[in-house]
């Protein structure tokens, strides 16, 4: 049975391996993915990265930030992924002031009507 090249090997021009180590991360319909990964860090340090690491968690942890990373490089060239942490920091303030003005509000009623039962979203 022959095997199909995932997008590593594919690029590369080599035939690809049971024991290629990039294989579970590069699927072959996924090019573009791998070409990202390897204009910001290279096959070399991806392989020494992933060798140095013992636990199948860590290496799926690794490549994913690796992944990701170069993804957020390539569709934002000049800050890569700080634009989108970013983005989502500032999400994450506009969502516990919301929060926030929504207990404040809740304490309002309850002070209204002290007599009525309130669920408690104070977890």
Do not use: W
Not at 1 to 23: G, I, N, P
Not at 71 to 89: N, Q, T
Not at 90 to 101: A, K, P, T, V
């Amino acid at each position: 049975m022959s095997r199909v090249s995932c997008a590593a090997c594919k690029y590369q021009r080599r035939k690809c391996t049971s024991d290629c180590v990039l294989a579970p991360y590069f699927p072959a319909n996924q090019p573009k993915k791998f070409q990202n990964a390897h204009r910001l860090f290279g096959v070399r340090n991806i392989v020494k990265i992933l060798q140095e690491l013992k636990d199948e968690d860590q290496k799926s942890d690794a490549m994913k930030s690796i992944i990701f990373e170069s993804d957020m490089r390539a569709k934002f060239p000049v800050y890569g992924c700080v634009e989108c942490i970013s983005y989502l920091r500032q999400q994450l303030q506009i969502s516990l002031q919301e929060l926030q003005d929504v207990r404040s509000q809740l304490e309002f009623y309850r002070q209204q009507h002290p007599t009525a039962t309130y669920p408690n979203f104070d977890r």
